[in-house]
């Protein structure tokens, strides 16, 4: 989006890559806030996509959490830039 903020529907996350079936199954659970979809499995790569209103619940969700996970800015993955550069 143009002149919008970045990332404001989508949260990237790392976590210890045998709990990303536990945390979709929490997203889920909680009448699907969000979409969790792996990027990577093997370093826990995940990202939740949800709205713009949805995103400070799951922000509360994931401070909550049982195991840790640590949320990333778009570009720290290096995901965003091939995504630029297709234009």
Known sequence: ???GKINQDKIFLRLI???IDLLTK???AYDYLGIVSTIDSGSG???IRGTEDSIPEIRVILDNLPFPVEVLDGMETGLLAPLK???
Request: aromatic share 0%.
């Open 26 to 28: 929490i997203i889920e």
């Open 85 to 87: 550069a297709r234009g």
């Open 1 to 3: 989006r143009k002149g």
């Open 45 to 47: 790569l995940v990202i």
């Open 17 to 19: 890559p045998q709990r």
